[in-house]
């Protein structure tokens, strides 16, 4: 009912401007059928049941309803969400494995090769040794690249 009622409108406008752009004897008609059709829009708009929106409870953790999305479009929803959901799982593993290395206090000193990838060049339990062998590698003037991090990071 929405729909029509946006219909009607759109021609009823479409009619009374049409009208307006034309100098012939139809143009009487064309403005009064396109007032019609605007405001029976209009009405049928105002007459259709509108559902309120509703605040969610708090605590309330329902998922919304993905039924009337068509099966295609809720399958790629929750494969969506299921991929999120492991993301997230794998995020917590690696933080927590960063942690307890941190926590052991083990530090590596990495250095960038020309290909990009990092290489250990040594494994120290402090990061005040760690960045006096990065500033001691770096004093010697060569182009690779040296950082510090958490060993095994």
Known sequence: MRRL????????????????????????TALWTG????????????A???????????????????SGLGTRVEGVLK????????????AERDA?????????????VL???DDGQRYEVARLESRSDADSVVAALEARGH????TVAPAGS
């Open 96 to 108: 927590k494995k960063v942690r307890a290395r941190v926590e052991a206090g083990l530090w590596a």
């Open 5 to 28: 009622a946006l219909l009607l409108i759109g021609l009823g406008v479409g009619l009374f401007a049409g009208s307006q752009l034309s100098a012939s004897r139809a143009q009487a």
């Open 143 to 146: 182009l690779q690249r040296y």
């Open 35 to 46: 007032v019609a059709a605007t405001v029976v829009g209009l009405v049928m708009l105002a």
């Open 48 to 66: 259709a049941p509108s559902e309120p929106y509703e605040e969610p409870a708090e605590g309330d953790e329902r998922r919304p309803a993905l």
């Open 111 to 113: 250095r960038e090769g």
């Open 79 to 90: 494969l969506a969400e299921q991929q999120a959901a492991d993301h997230l799982r794998e």
